[in-house]
């Protein structure tokens, strides 16, 4: 059990590793994965029902961040 423990450890560590410096900095860039109290009680449960109201908080409030164009767009 001690074993499987230490090769799980290793497995996350070197997935870790795996990221590139650039990836490291975007990841630490932005603060919070949740906007606000708000924005995570949608994430965590009600993007199953949306409502008109969490739509209009959710822009009002800039929950998403910048759009992102797709591919070719």
Same mark, same amino acid.
Request: overall charge positive; hydrophobic content about 35%.
């Given at each position: 059990m001690?074993?499987?423990f230490?090769?799980?450890? $290793?497995c996350?560590?070197? !997935? %870790?590793?795996?990221?590139?410096n650039n990836?490291w900095n975007?990841l630490w860039?932005?603060?919070n994965t949740y906007?606000?109290?708000?924005? $995570?009680?949608f994430?965590? !449960? %009600?993007?199953?029902?949306p409502?008109?109201e969490?739509?209009?908080?959710?822009?009002?409030?800039?929950?998403?961040g910048?759009?992102?164009?797709?591919?070719?767009?």
């Amino acid at each position: 059990m001690k074993k499987l423990f230490w090769f799980a450890v $290793m497995c996350l560590l070197f !997935s %870790g590793c795996a990221m590139t410096n650039n990836e490291w900095n975007d990841l630490w860039a932005h603060g919070n994965t949740y906007k606000n109290w708000e924005h $995570m009680k949608f994430s965590w !449960s %009600g993007y199953k029902n949306p409502t008109v109201e969490t739509g209009k908080l959710s822009r009002e409030q800039g929950w998403w961040g910048e759009p992102v164009p797709g591919p070719g767009g």
